[in-house]
């Protein structure tokens, strides 16, 4: 099983976005973290994503505007890939 769930939601419009993003965290394994790719910073998804017990880190994207990375918030194994992921991208 990957830990990396892809969801590419930049050639959707409004509210696709959010609900594909909101029901694919939904569906995240132990250990799993989603990793979502958006034209635009998605401001609306993350007080969703916090009321449903969810973290996040966006960081700008190479393809498309915005990465954000989001697992749950009681997913220690998840967080801790997202955060090697963040540490990496610091490096450069």
Do not use: C, K
Not at 16 to 38: I, K, S
Not at 65 to 70: G, L, N, P, Q, R
Not at 71 to 82: P, T
């Amino acid at each position: 099983m990957s830990r990396e769930v892809l969801l590419d939601v930049s050639d959707l419009e409004p509210p696709e976005p959010l609900v594909q993003t909101l029901d694919a965290a939904e569906q995240l394994q132990p250990g799993q973290y989603l990793r979502m790719l958006h034209r635009r910073e998605p401001y609306p998804l993350y007080s969703n994503l916090e009321a449903s017990h969810f973290r996040y880190y966006t960081r700008p994207g190479t393809s498309t505007a915005v990465e954000v990375f989001i697992w749950s918030e009681n997913d220690a194994e998840a967080a801790s890939a997202v955060q090697a992921i963040i540490d990496a991208s610091h490096d450069h």
